[in-house]
């Protein structure tokens, strides 16, 4: 079972900086890629940013430069640094864990989310 812990939302002004965290809890195979999602009212959920095993790092345009995602993989964290915040970041933010299990002929994959941080940023 795999249980993901977020922490670190809230409410800051437009410009702040807040620092999101999810903690992972358990395991379920092999841990693939982890993200950041992040859902505002009346739209769908988007991805923020991506980080493969191997590091690799995906961010989505509207935040780069702006937002940094990273791992400690000793403390099985996943971080999501957000500078210069603006009120179109306001959003529920979700953690994401891809875990593969199975024989290598027929790898399987599951999805887990963390329950949600509420993320709002007042002009």
């Known amino acids: 079972q795999v249980q993901l812990l977020e922490s670190g939302g809230g409410s800051v002004q437009a410009g702040g900086s807040l620092r999101l965290a999810c903690e992972v809890y358990g395991s379920a195979g092999s841990r693939d890629g982890m993200g950041w999602y992040r859902q505002a009212p009346g739209k769908q959920r988007e991805l923020v940013a991506s980080?493969?095993?191997?590091?690799?790092?995906n961010i989505a345009n509207s935040v780069k430069g702006r937002f940094t995602i990273f791992r400690d993989d000793a403390k099985n964290t996943l971080y999501l640094q957000m500078n210069s915040l603006r009120p179109e970041d306001t959003a529920v933010y979700y953690c994401?864990?891809?875990?593969?299990?199975?024989?290598?002929?027929?790898?399987?994959?599951?999805?887990?989310w963390g329950q949600g941080t509420q993320v709002t940023v007042s002009s």
């Open positions: 980080i493969t095993r191997a590091g690799g790092i």
């Open positions: 994401n864990a891809v875990f593969s299990f199975g024989p290598v002929e027929n790898v399987q994959t599951r999805n887990y």
